[in-house]
């Protein structure tokens, strides 16, 4: 039988894995995990935050100059990082670019009473996205409304929107539970008491109403609110496997404040492996063709004791 998590005894995550693969991890250099990179997985490091997140607003541009009226295109983003998103509108103004036939579709959103946040709730993504990039987009340039996804607690019409246009990138971020948007472990519960699910069932789950990890939920309050987890739903909606199997191409962005070290060299070692686990989900990625990591080098840190 599996370990037990150390965290949540009711949940799956990455620390019901084997000590052997978490030490290993661990051990990972910067040049060991250069040299994790193979064909369907790219590794890239960037030296200074101003590269870094002008690289991933960049994404967002050249999603974008691929729309055409016949093959309308986007990409489908996060809100961990948010950093990008500023830059993102002010390239837009700067090229002059024209988004009447681009697409956006939010990655997730949180439950509030039953249904999706609305634009009034603090922590609202949807409210992040339009406050952070697409209300700073000059109105002659703006995307059409009715191509501005997000996710609902009916996600019907979110679902089928995945067939209006190509996604030529799905990019996001990694949590603290390894998860990318809100596909985090499951409960550790029937059937999956003694294991967790299969990779290929896990695979199959769609835009989705889930619970949420006590991992998720405490990096959430750290990261977004000043640790006030009063404030942080225990819902959310998340884009599923399925449409991150739509995507073209999955690009994950690590600054170093959203995961740790160890987190990190955790995902790439297993996603570079395909050592597919779905108590970790990220490592689902394993399976994607086309699947990229770039690394702020300098929030790469290491995993050695270092006491305070």
């Given at each position: 039988m599996?370990?037990?998590?150390?965290v949540?005894?009711?949940?799956?995550d990455?620390?019901?894995l084997d000590?052997?693969?978490l030490?290993?991890?661990?051990?990972l250099?910067e040049?060991?995990?250069?040299?994790l990179?193979?064909?369907g997985?790219?590794?890239r490091?960037?030296?200074?935050?101003?590269?870094?997140?002008?690289a991933?607003?960049l994404?967002?541009?050249?999603?974008?100059?691929?729309?055409?009226?016949?093959?309308p295109?986007?990409?489908?983003?996060?809100?961990?990082?948010?950093?990008q998103?500023?830059?993102?509108?002010q390239?837009?103004?700067?090229?002059d670019?024209?988004?009447?036939?681009a697409?956006?579709?939010?990655?997730?959103e949180?439950v509030?009473?039953?249904?999706?946040?609305?634009?009034?709730?603090p922590?609202?993504?949807?409210?992040a996205?339009?406050?952070?990039?697409?209300?700073?987009?000059r109105?002659?340039?703006?995307?059409?409304?009715a191509?501005?996804h997000?996710?609902?607690?009916?996600?019907?019409?979110?679902?089928?929107?995945?067939?209006q246009?190509r996604?030529?990138?799905m990019q996001?971020?990694q949590?603290e539970?390894?998860h990318?948007?809100?596909?985090d472990?499951?409960k550790?519960?029937a059937p999956?008491?003694?294991a967790?699910?299969?990779?290929?069932?896990?695979?199959?789950l769609?835009?989705?109403?889930?619970?949420?990890h006590?991992?998720?939920?405490?990096?959430n309050?750290?990261?977004s609110g000043?640790?006030?987890v009063?404030?942080v739903?225990?819902q959310?909606?998340?884009v599923?496997?399925?449409?991150?199997?739509?995507?073209?191409?999955?690009?994950i962005?690590h600054?170093g404040h959203?995961?740790?070290?160890?987190?990190?060299?955790?995902?790439?070692?297993?996603?570079?492996?395909?050592?597919?686990?779905t108590?970790?989900?990220m490592?689902?990625?394993?399976?994607?063709p086309?699947v990229?990591?770039?690394?702020?080098?300098?929030?790469?840190?290491?995993?050695?004791?270092?006491?305070?």
């Open positions: 599996r370990a037990k998590s150390q949540a005894e009711g949940w799956w990455y620390t019901t000590r052997a693969l030490d290993e991890a661990a051990r250099t040049d060991d995990i250069r040299g990179e193979r064909p997985f790219a590794i490091f960037y030296d200074s935050r101003e590269a870094f997140f002008l991933e607003a994404e967002y541009i050249d999603a974008w100059r691929q729309a055409t009226p016949s093959q295109a986007g990409i489908c983003g996060p809100i961990g990082p948010t950093e998103l500023p830059l993102v509108a390239l837009v103004n700067a090229l670019l024209n988004l009447e036939h697409h956006f579709w939010g990655m997730d949180w509030v009473d039953g249904k999706e946040a609305g634009l009034d709730f922590l609202g993504f949807a409210r996205d339009l406050d952070l990039c697409f209300e700073r987009i109105p002659e340039l703006a995307m059409p409304e191509n501005l997000f996710p609902a607690a009916d996600p019907t019409d979110y679902v089928n929107s995945w067939e246009a996604c030529v990138v996001g971020g949590g539970v390894k990318w948007a809100f596909n472990p499951p550790r519960e999956n008491v003694d967790p699910p299969p990779a290929e069932v896990y695979r199959q769609s835009t989705r109403v889930v619970d949420l006590p991992m998720t939920i405490m990096q309050a750290r990261t000043g640790g006030a009063q404030n739903p225990t959310a909606i998340s599923g496997p399925l449409q991150t199997w739509q995507a073209e191409k999955v690009s962005w600054p959203h995961d740790n070290p160890f987190g990190m060299r955790l995902t790439t070692l297993m996603i570079s492996k395909r050592i597919i686990d108590a970790v989900p490592s689902l990625l394993g399976d994607h086309n990229q990591f770039s690394f702020l080098r300098n929030a790469l840190g290491s995993c050695d004791v270092e006491m305070h």
